[in-house]
């Protein structure tokens, strides 16, 4: 069967969010750590979707015009090329610019693009062009959102997504607004929108408008498209109806472990919470210091040698860089406190062969795995909704088959530690 789908994601966090759409979708897939040469791909051969893990949400804009390219040639084979933001959809012209990707992806794949960053299922929903979002239950406007509204590196200081693009890019986008989404000439207004643009964007707050908007993009062959995991399920909608998925599979929950790792470099005040509650039932917290961290490799020992002692003690253990918001504390650039707390997991793993680890925060996430060696993960089981238990794939056998978690900072219940180490969601 062809290839249905492929993905580039901006960071690791968001990459598996979608494998696991994919997986409860009944759609087989695979998310490659690197390029995937032809033997990689042997490896996986029959899957009808692939995704590429990348970090591009943290990179520049001639980093992403620079690397880009290749990876949306990589996919373009598939029926739809998607690339995978955040639902907060945040970035800047100078950091993670997501409207450069979108001319990248235009100028190579064709448009106009699809631009779907509503994710229902997350707690994300776009009304009139305007980006709402949940924290604590409670929902706000993206500007006026307690942590993305002062993101440390890409604040989010406007709502309308089209006024948001157009300081990222020149490209013209339409907007698909919720009346015409669902319209009696549904068909007469899309061919509307997409009249003279680069890239339409389409409103959405509930399922039943995903499904909508999976019928369009499928209906008027829409080859790219940019946007959260909501374009996923968007696109599963129209597989099923395609008759184009596997029956839908029993998810049992994963086997417990006694033991977990975690690392986290968010600032997430949802984070913070977790770690206090993780420290409230027994879990070792060790703090970065993040002076220490810059200045040589002591500081990176230190943590090794402190992960190995708690887990020596029969212990889980956190290591992190803040709990909570910054407060005036030396700030690591998000790659090298990343790479750092993955070389420190790979020496743990190594020595102690511990079974489950768990990365905290987005950058932290895409620059940390990347230390590990490995060429591709696959869904393993759901723990919480946009943060599954996947497993991973080397051919390094001391990193061969670890389990992990990926978690964006706002993601995941006060428990959540607790709930990946037993490998389903708790109750609170």
């Not at 239950?137 to 307690?146: A, C, F, G, K, S």
């Not at 917290?285 to 500081?299: G, N, S």
């Amino acid at each position: 069967m062809a290839l249905l789908y492929g993905y580039y994601a901006d960071d690791f966090t968001g990459s598996t969010d979608v494998l696991e759409q994919l997986a409860e979708g009944g759609v087989s897939a695979v998310l490659f750590l690197r390029v995937p040469d032809k033997a990689l791909y042997q490896r996986f051969e029959g899957v009808k979707a692939i995704g590429i893990a990348g970090d591009s949400r943290s990179r520049s804009v001639s980093w992403m015009q620079d690397k880009l390219p290749q990876m949306f040639s990589v996919l373009q084979h598939a029926e739809v090329v998607h690339y995978k933001t955040c639902s907060t959809f945040d970035s800047s012209p100078t950091v993670g610019s997501i409207g450069k990707a979108l001319e990248i992806g235009v100028d190579l794949l064709g448009g106009p693009a699809a631009i779907v960053v509503a994710a229902p299922h997350l707690g994300r929903y776009v009304a009139f062009g305007n980006l709402f979002a949940k924290a604590n239950d409670t929902l706000y406007r993206i500007d006026r959102h307690p942590t993305m509204s002062c993101h440390p590196v890409t604040p989010m200081a406007e709502a309308d997504l089209r006024l948001h693009l157009a300081e990222q890019t020149g490209r013209k986008i339409s907007l698909l607004p919720l009346p015409d989404l669902h319209a009696e000439n549904q068909q007469t207004q899309f061919e509307s929108a997409g009249n003279n643009v680069d890239a339409i964007l389409f409103d959405g707050v509930s399922a039943d408008d995903l499904a909508a908007t999976g019928a369009l993009i499928a209906n008027n062959n829409m080859h790219f498209a940019v946007g959260s995991s909501g374009l996923t399920r968007a696109l599963v909608s129209q597989w099923r109806n395609r008759s184009l998925t596997e029956e839908d599979k029993i998810q049992a929950p994963a086997s417990a472990v006694e033991q977990l790792l975690v690392l986290s470099g968010s600032c997430s005040p949802v984070t913070g919470e977790q770690i206090a509650v993780a420290k409230s039932k027994g879990y070792d917290a060790i703090p970065v210091d993040m002076t220490a961290l810059t200045r040589d490799d002591a500081e990176e020992r230190r943590l090794v040698a402190a992960a190995l002692a708690s887990l020596a003690a029969k212990k889980s253990c956190i290591i992190y860089s803040a709990q909570g918001p910054l407060s005036g504390q030396p700030e690591a650039a998000g790659e090298v406190l990343g790479a750092t707390l993955g070389r420190i997991a790979k020496k743990v793993v190594q020595e102690t062969g511990l079974k489950r680890i768990l990365f905290a925060g987005g950058d932290t996430s895409s620059h940390g795995v990347a230390q590990l060696n490995a060429d591709a993960m696959t869904w393993q089981a759901p723990i919480e909704v946009g943060a599954p238990l996947v497993k991973i794939h080397s051919l390094d056998t001391s990193i061969d088959g670890l389990e992990m978690v990926l978690k964006g900072g706002q993601m995941g219940q006060p428990n959540f530690f607790e709930s990946v180490r037993c490998g389903r969601q708790l109750a609170e």
